[in-house]
């Protein structure tokens, strides 16, 4: 079983930048699509970014509201997943939490990290 452990969120103004980590532990996640979602108070978890993985490298998805502000990437060696995101806007404010995409290999939700976007 693998674990998942998101770190760097924090609170920021509008316009400001984070970048969120995943470490990983118990077994190698470079084989694995991974994901990065979110979860703001009152509504149901979203992905918001996904990369592939190291058989199928080079590949990165978002939602149309992550597109041209988040990027996610991925360090195999470190067995760690990020998320870099810009020009943060207050609907961003959610908790993030990363994982496998494929639901029926998901692995137990970390604790997330709190992303809080307020001037």
């Known amino acids: 079983q693998v674990q998942l452990v998101e770190s760097g969120g924090g609170l920021v103004q509008p316009g400001g930048s984070l970048r969120l980590s995943c470490a990983a532990s118990g077994s190698a996640i470079s084989i694995y699509a991974m994901g990065w979602y979110r979860q703001a108070p009152g509504k149901q978890r979203e992905l918001v970014a996904a990369i592939s993985s190291s058989k199928n490298p080079g590949y990165a998805d978002y939602t149309d509201s992550a597109k041209g502000r988040f990027t996610i990437s991925r360090d195999n060696a470190k067995n760690t997943v990020y998320l870099q995101m810009n020009s943060l806007k207050s609907e961003d404010t959610a908790v993030y939490y990363c994982?496998?995409?494929?639901?029926?290999?998901?692995?137990?939700w970390g604790q997330g990290t709190q992303v809080t976007v307020s001037s």
């Open positions: 994982n496998n995409v494929d639901v029926s290999n998901r692995w137990l």
